[in-house]
Protein backbone atom coordinates (compact mmCIF):
# COMPACT_ATOMS: atom_id res chain seq x y z
CA UNK A 1 0.00 0.00 0.00
CA UNK A 2 0.99 3.35 -0.91
CA UNK A 3 1.16 6.99 0.57
CA UNK A 4 -0.40 9.34 -2.35
CA UNK A 5 0.61 13.23 -1.76
CA UNK A 6 -1.95 15.77 -3.62
CA UNK A 7 -1.74 19.27 -4.99
CA UNK A 8 -4.24 20.89 -6.56
CA UNK A 9 -6.88 18.76 -4.24
CA UNK A 10 -9.64 21.70 -4.72
CA UNK A 11 -9.62 21.79 -8.50
CA UNK A 12 -11.48 19.74 -11.43
CA UNK A 13 -9.19 16.93 -11.63
CA UNK A 14 -7.64 17.33 -8.19
CA UNK A 15 -11.31 16.70 -6.47
CA UNK A 16 -12.02 13.27 -8.38
CA UNK A 17 -8.59 12.36 -7.76
CA UNK A 18 -8.35 12.45 -3.65
CA UNK A 19 -11.97 11.07 -3.80
CA UNK A 20 -10.90 7.98 -5.94
CA UNK A 21 -7.30 7.57 -3.68
CA UNK A 22 -9.64 7.31 -0.93
CA UNK A 23 -11.40 4.33 -1.91
CA UNK A 24 -8.46 2.89 -3.84
CA UNK A 25 -7.35 0.00 -1.89
CA UNK A 26 -3.70 0.18 -2.78
CA UNK A 27 -3.04 3.26 -1.01
CA UNK A 28 -2.97 3.69 2.54
CA UNK A 29 -2.75 7.36 2.96
CA UNK A 30 -3.22 10.50 1.20
CA UNK A 31 -1.48 13.77 1.98
CA UNK A 32 -3.01 16.85 0.70
CA UNK A 33 -1.48 20.42 0.78
CA UNK A 34 -3.92 22.72 0.46
CA UNK A 35 -4.76 26.53 0.58
CA UNK A 36 -7.66 26.19 2.28
CA UNK A 37 -9.61 23.24 4.69
CA UNK A 38 -10.90 20.03 2.07
CA UNK A 39 -14.03 20.17 4.48
CA UNK A 40 -14.29 16.42 4.37
CA UNK A 41 -12.89 13.65 6.91
CA UNK A 42 -11.53 10.47 6.32
CA UNK A 43 -9.22 8.00 8.55
CA UNK A 44 -7.32 8.01 5.31
CA UNK A 45 -7.12 11.37 4.64
CA UNK A 46 -4.44 13.98 6.04
CA UNK A 47 -4.85 17.84 5.02
CA UNK A 48 -1.97 20.43 5.24
CA UNK A 49 -3.41 24.19 5.37
CA UNK A 50 -0.18 25.64 3.79
CA UNK A 51 0.80 28.89 2.32
CA UNK A 52 2.34 28.07 -1.01
CA UNK A 53 4.62 31.23 -0.92
CA UNK A 54 6.25 29.89 2.07
CA UNK A 55 7.31 26.21 0.90
CA UNK A 56 10.26 26.67 3.89
CA UNK A 57 7.15 25.87 6.41
CA UNK A 58 5.77 22.81 4.73
CA UNK A 59 8.63 21.20 2.83
CA UNK A 60 9.32 18.70 4.74
CA UNK A 61 6.17 17.18 5.03
CA UNK A 62 6.11 16.26 1.64
CA UNK A 63 6.75 12.71 2.36
CA UNK A 64 5.01 9.83 0.59
CA UNK A 65 5.66 7.34 -2.90
CA UNK A 66 3.53 9.32 -5.00
CA UNK A 67 3.23 12.83 -5.51
CA UNK A 68 0.34 13.38 -7.92
CA UNK A 69 0.53 17.09 -9.43
CA UNK A 70 -2.83 18.89 -10.32
CA UNK A 71 -2.57 22.27 -9.54
CA UNK A 72 -3.63 25.51 -11.88
CA UNK A 73 -5.37 28.44 -12.31
CA UNK A 74 -6.80 30.34 -15.34
CA UNK A 75 -6.09 33.81 -16.40
CA UNK A 76 -9.33 35.11 -15.26
CA UNK A 77 -9.27 34.28 -11.65
CA UNK A 78 -5.60 35.29 -11.45
CA UNK A 79 -5.80 38.47 -12.98
CA UNK A 80 -2.43 38.96 -14.39
CA UNK A 81 0.25 36.15 -16.08
CA UNK A 82 2.42 36.40 -13.39
CA UNK A 83 0.02 35.03 -10.40
CA UNK A 84 -0.92 32.28 -13.00
CA UNK A 85 2.47 31.40 -13.58
CA UNK A 86 3.11 31.18 -9.51
CA UNK A 87 0.14 29.13 -9.70
CA UNK A 88 1.03 26.71 -12.32
CA UNK A 89 4.60 26.43 -12.61
CA UNK A 90 6.48 27.77 -9.31
CA UNK A 91 4.12 25.95 -6.94
CA UNK A 92 4.14 22.87 -8.57
CA UNK A 93 7.92 22.75 -8.90
CA UNK A 94 8.95 24.17 -5.65
CA UNK A 95 6.45 21.03 -4.61
CA UNK A 96 8.03 18.59 -6.96
CA UNK A 97 11.25 19.92 -5.51
CA UNK A 98 10.95 19.13 -1.92
CA UNK A 99 9.37 15.94 -2.94
CA UNK A 100 12.48 14.80 -4.25
CA UNK A 101 14.81 15.98 -1.52
CA UNK A 102 12.38 13.50 1.45
CA UNK A 103 12.92 10.78 -1.15
CA UNK A 104 9.37 10.61 -3.16
CA UNK A 105 10.38 8.42 -5.91
CA UNK A 106 7.05 9.06 -8.29
CA UNK A 107 5.64 12.22 -9.84
CA UNK A 108 2.53 12.26 -11.71
CA UNK A 109 1.92 15.38 -13.44
CA UNK A 110 -0.87 17.34 -15.19
CA UNK A 111 0.31 19.13 -18.05
CA UNK A 112 -2.04 20.45 -21.27
CA UNK A 113 -2.46 19.33 -24.68
CA UNK A 114 0.20 21.41 -26.59
CA UNK A 115 2.65 22.04 -24.11
CA UNK A 116 6.05 23.11 -25.22
CA UNK A 117 8.30 25.50 -24.13
CA UNK A 118 8.96 26.74 -27.31
CA UNK A 119 5.30 27.80 -28.07
CA UNK A 120 4.39 31.53 -28.58
CA UNK A 121 0.91 30.99 -26.45
CA UNK A 122 2.02 32.01 -22.88
CA UNK A 123 -0.18 28.91 -21.19
CA UNK A 124 1.49 26.32 -23.35
CA UNK A 125 4.97 27.51 -23.30
CA UNK A 126 4.32 27.50 -19.48
CA UNK A 127 3.06 24.10 -19.14
CA UNK A 128 5.89 23.04 -21.35
CA UNK A 129 8.44 25.12 -19.12
CA UNK A 130 7.26 23.03 -16.34
CA UNK A 131 7.77 19.48 -17.78
CA UNK A 132 10.93 20.18 -18.95
CA UNK A 133 11.90 21.40 -15.45
CA UNK A 134 10.34 18.37 -13.54
CA UNK A 135 12.57 16.08 -16.08
CA UNK A 136 15.75 17.30 -14.19
CA UNK A 137 14.91 16.66 -10.89
CA UNK A 138 15.34 12.96 -11.24
CA UNK A 139 12.56 11.60 -10.14
CA UNK A 140 12.22 7.13 -10.26
CA UNK A 141 8.95 7.23 -12.33
CA UNK A 142 8.19 10.78 -14.15
CA UNK A 143 4.48 10.56 -15.85
CA UNK A 144 3.18 13.78 -17.73
CA UNK A 145 -0.25 13.26 -18.58
CA UNK A 146 -1.49 15.86 -21.08
CA UNK A 147 -5.64 16.01 -20.88
CA UNK A 148 -7.47 18.41 -23.46
CA UNK A 149 -9.75 20.78 -22.09
CA UNK A 150 -11.29 19.33 -18.62
CA UNK A 151 -15.03 18.81 -18.27
CA UNK A 152 -16.60 18.06 -14.90
CA UNK A 153 -19.14 20.13 -12.55
CA UNK A 154 -17.65 22.60 -11.77
CA UNK A 155 -18.10 25.02 -8.22
CA UNK A 156 -19.27 27.95 -10.50
CA UNK A 157 -21.49 28.19 -12.71
CA UNK A 158 -20.22 29.41 -16.40
CA UNK A 159 -23.15 28.66 -19.52
CA UNK A 160 -21.04 29.90 -22.33
CA UNK A 161 -17.59 27.71 -20.84
CA UNK A 162 -20.49 24.74 -20.44
CA UNK A 163 -21.84 25.40 -23.98
CA UNK A 164 -18.61 25.29 -25.85
CA UNK A 165 -17.60 22.58 -23.77
CA UNK A 166 -20.60 20.39 -25.46
CA UNK A 167 -19.67 21.74 -28.51
CA UNK A 168 -16.17 21.02 -29.00
CA UNK A 169 -17.34 17.04 -27.70
CA UNK A 170 -18.16 17.25 -31.87
CA UNK A 171 -14.21 17.82 -32.44
CA UNK A 172 -14.06 13.68 -32.12
CA UNK A 173 -15.91 13.26 -34.92
CA UNK A 174 -13.22 15.61 -36.92
CA UNK A 175 -9.58 13.44 -37.86
CA UNK A 176 -6.35 15.64 -37.46
CA UNK A 177 -8.11 17.67 -34.08
CA UNK A 178 -9.77 15.26 -32.33
CA UNK A 179 -6.83 15.17 -29.38
CA UNK A 180 -8.32 18.18 -28.59
CA UNK A 181 -11.64 17.30 -27.81
CA UNK A 182 -12.61 17.82 -23.73
CA UNK A 183 -12.05 14.54 -21.55
CA UNK A 184 -13.85 14.49 -17.84
CA UNK A 185 -12.32 15.29 -15.49
CA UNK A 186 -12.93 12.25 -13.04
CA UNK A 187 -10.97 9.98 -16.89
CA UNK A 188 -8.01 12.10 -16.12
CA UNK A 189 -8.05 11.46 -12.35
CA UNK A 190 -8.20 7.30 -12.93
CA UNK A 191 -5.86 7.31 -15.65
CA UNK A 192 -3.37 9.27 -13.31
CA UNK A 193 -3.76 6.60 -10.23
CA UNK A 194 -2.98 3.95 -13.04
CA UNK A 195 -0.29 5.05 -14.46
CA UNK A 196 0.96 6.50 -10.92
CA UNK A 197 1.18 3.15 -9.42
CA UNK A 198 3.50 1.13 -12.02
CA UNK A 199 6.96 1.51 -11.94
CA UNK A 200 7.94 1.38 -15.58
CA UNK A 201 8.98 3.39 -17.49
CA UNK A 202 10.56 5.76 -15.78
CA UNK A 203 9.68 9.10 -18.11
CA UNK A 204 5.96 9.10 -20.04
CA UNK A 205 4.21 11.36 -21.48
CA UNK A 206 0.72 10.55 -21.91
CA UNK A 207 -1.67 12.42 -24.24
CA UNK A 208 -5.55 11.98 -24.78
CA UNK A 209 -6.63 8.73 -26.05
CA UNK A 210 -3.81 6.95 -23.66
CA UNK A 211 -5.54 9.00 -21.13
CA UNK A 212 -8.99 7.25 -22.01
CA UNK A 213 -7.08 3.92 -22.54
CA UNK A 214 -5.64 4.01 -19.05
CA UNK A 215 -8.87 5.03 -17.12
CA UNK A 216 -10.51 2.38 -18.11
CA UNK A 217 -7.70 -0.33 -16.94
Not at 30 to 50: I, Q, S, Y
Not at 85 to 106: C, E, F, M, P, W
Amino acid sequence: MAIAIVIGATGLVGTQLVELLLRDKRFEKVVVFARKDLGKTDPGLVVHTVDFDQPEKWSHLVEGDILFSAMGTTISKAKTKASQYRVDYLYQYQTAQSAIVNGVKTLVLVSSAGASEHSKIFYSRMKGELERDVRELGFSRLVIVQPSILDGERPEKRAAEQFSIQMMHLLKYIPGISKYRPIPAQTVAKAMINLGIRTSPAIETVTLEKIFEEAAD
